[in-house]
């Protein structure tokens, strides 16, 4: 089957290749672009039927995990994966997120040594394959920088030719002052080549991660091949791992330049050619406005992004019982478009960023956020600012041990409801949930993996025995089940009702300070869900105004009903409930029940 490309979509990309490179040089680019994508085509000609924005639904839910996060001693470990995938969450959640599951050098995996191949100690394609049947798959594309470990990188310390202007090479004299950095690490390395020649090469994030660059176009031709590649072998999300930093021109900040953009809505348009069904998420960990720039106009970049500010603010709200802060940000949340959503998550493989709560949070709740983790057994990460001074920007925990003390004498149950609260709140918003599996299955601080790896993110990604993993679920009482049973309870709810499809209106309101209330409204129109979440540890009460047409006010999640008189409906809320509200019309008997 030949490929035929629309012509509006031929000059979308040659704008793209000509504003990166020229028109003299975009040419000949766009000829061997062109053959790259009748070759995937030929070999994938399926993929180019499916429909961009019709994929995600309100069942959608992904996971994000690590290829080895489960193990045994009798399995690779991406066999263990899939079983225990398929055996506790098939049905309900419908996509896994796996971490760079490459072979790699440093970095839990961040550091690719070869982007084609599966990390031999986790399984192989065929072990990746077992997931695809139930889930949907979402891979990493780490284009910022590969391993030094890499055969590109060997390559040009070998002073190959075709590896020659693959990666940055800057004199360490020049003035790069401008130059955003993430983390406090010199910016150069040097390095010698075969030839004895000493070269000083641009490193964001570490010595081992050096950076791809994009400016010779026979980077972007090799990185296209890789991303067609993780297509084939079945991603339908990919991920673009900070990309925020892709082009570099001296000079500059180095951060959300306009060819960084322009390179993501390139991998857009390649993607809406040959397979549209595929997305695009971005993951910028920066403030708010420049996180939701990546959606471009709506049509022509992402069509998801990390909600980076939730994590903070809803830590914030349970840290003061208070959601005042996460209300006002909240309302004015707006995706550009029916082609876009956000990527909603509270927990991952990294910490807490508190950069994209900066204008949002007073700098003093931010201090005051990182003194509970220091005293809940966590670390922050700071950075150095212009003016010497240091300010946190990374808060290094589990999610349920920043909620909750674990050397204090609290109730079990009492964690697990502070903690399930706050993914209620998460599940409730506009967007796709992504649920850390560490937070699925309510895990604590690792503090012997920080101090076995001496890496603060360590503490929130350990790695599971299989088997004792499934004696705790096996086990009622013990919080890994309480945590994955009432999860299971809530994503279940969900996926039965239309009003919490990702691109269904929301509504912020504002009813009490210790209350986030989210309504959410079907495309119809025809079923609206109330969502109401008490952040505090006391009771609160609230009023709806109802329609008046509604008689009873039902919630979703415990069955309790609650009488609407004369165009309201009062709701007692117990400390940290949750309550997701639907409108009957006929009022059915002894509905004057309160949670």
């Known amino acids: 089957m030949t490929l035929s490309i629309p012509q509006s979509l031929q ?26 994508l009748a070759n995937f085509h030929q070999q994938q000609p399926d993929l180019v039927q499916d429909q961009a924005g019709t994929r995600l639904t309100e069942r959608d ?3 994000i995990t690590y290829g080895d996060q489960i193990q045994s001693s009798d399995k690779p470990s991406l066999q263990n994966l899939a079983e225990v995938l398929n055996a506790t969450v098939k049905g309900w959640i419908t996509g896994v997120h796996i971490l760079p599951f490459f072979p790699y050098s440093s970095d839990d995996g961040f550091s690719v040594i070869d982007y084609t191949q599966v990390n031999s100690d986790f399984g192989d394609w065929d072990d990746v394959a077992r997931l695809r049947p139930n889930f949907r798959l979402m891979f990493d594309l780490v284009v910022n920088h590969v391993s030094a470990h890499s055969a590109w990188f060997q390559a040009f310390l070998a002073d190959d030719p075709a590896f020659a202007d693959a990666f940055i090479v800057v004199d360490p004299d020049t003035d790069l002052s401008q130059v955003v950095r993430p983390r406090a690490l010199p910016l150069l390395t040097a390095v010698t080549t075969s030839s004895g020649e000493k070269k000083w090469v641009w490193t964001t994030f570490s010595t081992d991660q050096i950076d791809i660059n994009f400016a010779d176009p026979s980077v972007l031709l090799r990185i296209l091949d890789v991303l067609l590649f993780y297509v084939a072998q079945g991603a339908e999300i990919i991920r673009l791992d900070a990309i925020a930093y892709l082009w570099k021109t001296i000079g500059t900040s180095c951060i959300h330049l306009e060819e960084t953009h322009r390179v993501v809505k390139l991998f857009r348009a390649v993607l809406d050619a040959v397979a549209p069904g595929v997305m695009l998420i971005t993951e910028t960990n920066v403030p708010h406005k420049e996180n939701i720039s990546y959606f471009g106009n709506g049509t022509d970049e992402a069509q998801l992004v990390y909600q980076f500010p939730l994590p903070p603010l809803v830590f914030h709200a349970l840290m003061r019982g208070d959601a005042a802060y996460l209300t006002r940000w909240a309302a004015a949340l707006e995706p550009p478009s029916t082609q876009t959503t956000f990527y909603n998550f509270l927990a991952s493989h990294d910490g807490v960023g508190v950069r994209p709560v900066e204008g949002i949070l007073p700098p003093t709740e931010v201090l005051a956020m990182a003194e509970q983790v220091k005293a809940h057994g966590g670390y922050v990460s700071y950075k150095t600012n212009s003016d010497g001074s240091q300010s946190p920007y990374e808060l290094n925990i589990s999610y349920f041990d920043a909620l909750s003390n674990p050397a204090g004498e609290e109730p079990l149950a009492w964690q697990v409801a502070r903690f399930m609260v706050s993914q209620a709140i998460m599940l409730a918003l506009q967007g796709i949930p992504a649920i850390y599996v560490h937070s699925l299955f309510g895990s604590r601080n690792d503090p012997a993996g920080v101090e076995r790896t001496g890496r603060y993110r360590s503490i929130n990604r350990e790695k599971f025995r299989r088997a004792e993993l499934e004696a705790a679920l096996a086990a009622p009482d013990s919080l890994r089940a ?5 999860y299971r309870h809530l994503l279940q709810v969900r996926a039965q009702h239309q009003a919490f499809h990702p691109n269904c209106a929301q509504r912020i309101l504002d009813l009490h300070p210790a209350i986030f209330a989210v309504q959410r409204i079907s495309p119809a129109g025809d079923e609206t869900v109330i969502c109401l979440h008490n ?12 329609n008046k047409k509604v008689a009873t006010m039902e919630d979703l999640l415990s069955g309790a009903t609650f009488v609407v008189q004369e165009g309201a409906c009062t709701v007692h809320l117990g400390a940290y409930q949750v309550a997701w509200l639907v409108g009957r019309q006929e009022c059915p008997p002894h509905s004057s029940e309160e949670p």
Do not use: N
């Open 11 to 36: 000059e979308r990309i040659t704008e793209h290749l000509v504003f990166l490179y020229g028109a003299d040089r975009a040419a000949p680019l766009w000829e061997k672009l062109q053959q790259q």
């Open 482 to 486: 309480r945590v994955f049973s009432t």
């Open 535 to 546: 952040v505090a540890d006391v009771p609160v009460v609230c009023t709806l105004p109802v």
């Open 61 to 63: 839910v992904i996971l």
